[in-house]
């Protein structure tokens, strides 16, 4: 399937992956962007931001729990993130982090808490709608996401 073939699918899992690789560029520039700003819970709001990013990407590209060397412990909790509801639920805490970031301030980090809500609502859509999770094969989904489990 090729990637116009993918958000033609409607399938809702689809568009919370994608949206989630998206987060995963969002999180870490505005990570690194936000940083080096001088109030000290921006800079851990944006740490938070930054951190989350990596998350993001082992969550979103199952090749890379094979190729990276990670702990078991965080392999292992990588593994339990594999329904839409439960990947609604990690976006939707990373969002509700972001979202937090603005009672100090109001700085770009409210970019991503929008997209990682967006990438949340898409796998809550895609949980309520009865659709099973399909990893995007431009990703490294469906034949090599089943090498991983």
Known sequence: MTFA??????????????????CIFLCFGLGIGNIFLKHIL???FSAICLASS??????EIPLLLRI????????ALIR??????????VYLGMSIIQWLSLLK???SLIVAAIFLLFAAIFYALAGLKG????????????????MIV
């Open 5 to 22: 073939e993918e958000l033609r699918s409607r399938n809702f899992s689809i568009y919370g992956q994608w949206t989630g690789v998206l």
């Open 68 to 75: 990276c060397p990670t702990s078991a412990k965080f392999d």
């Open 131 to 146: 659709q099973g999770f399909v990893g995007s094969k431009t990703l490294g989904g469906q034949g090599v996401a089943q």
């Open 80 to 89: 339990q993130v594999t329904t839409n509801y439960i990947r609604a639920g």
């Open 105 to 107: 301030d109001v700085t």
């Open 54 to 59: 990596f998350v993001i990407i082992f969550i």
């Open 42 to 44: 921006i800079v851990i």
